[in-house]
C-alpha cells in the first residue's frame, strides 16, 4: 500500500473521500470504512450525515466512534420522500462545493443514497456505490429501495458488490465488468466488531427475566411495503405462535406510527410477548445471539443473522438478499398469518429441519470487506 500512497501525495494533495449516510444501516456498514479510512495514509477523510433517522443514526456513531465533520440533521416529523430529497440537495450540495472530494461513498439504497449519487453526478464528482447490484427487480418491493438502488448505479463510478451474485445483476444491466469490485459486505465486519464488545447489562437482564429455558423469537418488522393489512398479520401470527408455552416472543418496534399503532393495539399485554422500544445496534446483536429463531422484514438481519447461524423466515414475498436463500440459512414466507404459524412451528419443533438452517453457510464475507473497498479506491 506504501507504493500507492507515495501516488496520491504527488504534490501534496491527499485523495479526498466524503462519506455520505443517514439512517443506522447505513451507518452499520459504512462505520468499518471510515474508520479504516482515518487510518490509512494519502487519504483525507471526512464524514456527512444526513441524519434522515436522528436518533438511530446516533447510537451507532457513538458506538463505532464517529464524528462527522458535517451534520445536515434533516430529519423531521411526517416528513414526505419529496421533502426529504429536496432537503438532501439543497443541504449537501454545499458540502460538496466546500470540501471538493475526490471520491464520495454512499451505502445502500436509502434516500440518502439515491440523492447523493445524483448530486456526485451533477458535481462531476467520482461516486463511489457500497453494498451495490442488489435488485428484486420489482421497482415497488422493497419501496423506495428497489428504485434507489438502480438510481444509484446508473451514476456509480465504481461499484462495491458484495457477492458475485450482485455483481451478475450489474453486469446484466450493462455494467463494465472493470469497474465492479466483489468486497464481501461490511456488515459482516461491523458484526465482528461488535459481538466482541461486552453484553450490555439490559440484555442481561432481559434474558434472566425472560428467556431461562424458553425459545425466543425475535422480531423485526417495519417495511413500508408491510404497512396496513400485512403487518396486522404479522401481529395475529405472533399472538398464536406465543401461545406455545416454551416460546417467548420479543419485538423492538419500530417508531414509524403505522407499526406502533397495530403492533400495540394487537399485542400488548399479551402474554409470551415483549414490546420493546427499537434497540441500539449494540444491543440488538447480543440479542440476536441469543434467538432461536428470526422472524423479519429487515435487509441488515438477513445478512446478520446468517453470521450467527439463526434459522431466519423473511417477512416478504421478494428479497434483494437471494444469497441466504439460497445458502439455507434464510427461508421467504411473506406475511400470511397461518404460513408464518406453519414454518415457524415446522423450526421450533423439528430439529432436522432446525439444524439444516442452522448450520448453513454465510454467503456474506468474511470480514474484510472495507478494507478490499479502500484498496479499490487506492489504485
Not at 438511530?56 to 430529519?75: A, G, S, T
Not at 404497512?227 to 396486522?232: D, Q
Request: glycine fraction near 6%.
Amino acid at each position: 500500500m506504501a507504493k500507492q500512497n507515495r501516488k496520491l501525495k504527488i504534490g501534496n494533495h491527499k485523495l479526498k473521500i466524503l462519506s455520505v449516510f443517514g439512517t443506522r444501516p447505513e451507518a452499520v456498514k459504512m462505520a468499518p470504512i471510515v474508520r479504516l479510512l482515518a487510518q490509512t495514509a494519502g487519504v483525507e477523510s471526512r464524514v456527512c450525515v444526513t441524519a434522515q433517522h436522528r436518533q438511530m443514526l446516533d447510537q451507532v456513531l457513538n458506538l463505532f466512534d464517529i464524528k462527522p465533520e458535517y451534520d445536515l440533521n434533516l430529519m423531521r416529523d411526517n416528513q414526505s420522500l419529496a421533502q426529504l430529497s429536496a432537503a438532501i440537495f439543497t443541504h449537501l450540495d454545499p458540502v460538496f462545493s466546500e470540501f471538493k472530494p475526490d471520491w464520495v461513498l454512499a451505502q445502500g439504497d436509502t434516500t440518502t443514497v439515491a440523492i447523493t449519487s445524483l448530486l456526485s453526478y451533477f458535481n462531476r464528482i467520482k461516486f463511489g456505490h457500497v453494498e451495490a447490484g442488489l435488485r428484486t427487480h420489482d421497482k415497488w418491493q422493497p419501496f423506495p429501495e428497489e428504485i434507489n438502488r438502480r438510481v444509484a448505479g446508473v451514476t456509480a463510478d465504481l461499484h462495491f458488490a458484495p457477492t458475485e451474485w450482485s455483481k451478475q445483476n450489474l453486469l446484466r444491466e450493462g455494467i463494465n465488468e472493470l469497474i465492479i469490485k466483489v468486497t464481501g459486505n461490511t456488515v459482516i465486519d461491523a458484526l465482528q466488531f461488535v459481538s466482541k464488545q461486552p453484553e450490555p447489562q439490559e440484555i442481561v437482564d432481559l434474558v434472566a427475566a425472560k428467556l431461562q429455558t424458553k425459545k425466543l423469537i425475535l422480531v423485526t418488522a417495519h417495511r413500508r411495503e408491510n404497512f396496513g393489512k400485512p403487518i396486522e398479520d404479522i401481529c395475529h401470527a405472533l399472538a398464536e405462535l406465543a401461545k406455545c408455552e416454551d416460546v417467548e416472543i420479543i419485538y423492538p418496534v419500530h417508531l414509524n406510527p403505522n407499526v406502533q399503532e397495530p403492533v400495540y393495539r394487537l399485542l400488548k399485554g399479551m402474554e409470551h410477548i415483549t414490546l420493546l422500544p427499537p434497540l441500539d445496534y449494540l444491543p440488538l446483536v447480543h440479542l440476536m445471539k441469543h434467538a432461536t429463531l428470526i422472524l423479519t422484514d429487515s435487509g441488515g438481519i438477513q445478512e446478520e443473522a446468517p453470521a450467527f447461524g439463526i434459522p431466519t423466515l423473511v417477512l416478504r414475498d421478494v428479497t434483494e438478499r437471494p444469497e441466504g436463500v439460497a445458502a439455507g440459512t434464510l427461508k421467504l414466507i411473506g406475511t400470511e398469518t397461518s404460513r408464518i404459524v406453519k414454518e415457524a412451528k415446522r423450526l421450533l419443533d423439528d430439529e432436522s429441519a432446525y439444524s439444516k438452517m442452522a448450520k448453513a453457510g454465510n454467503p456474506y464475507g468474511n470480514g474484510h470487506a472495507a478494507e478490499n473497498i479502500i484498496q479499490s479506491l487506492l489504485l
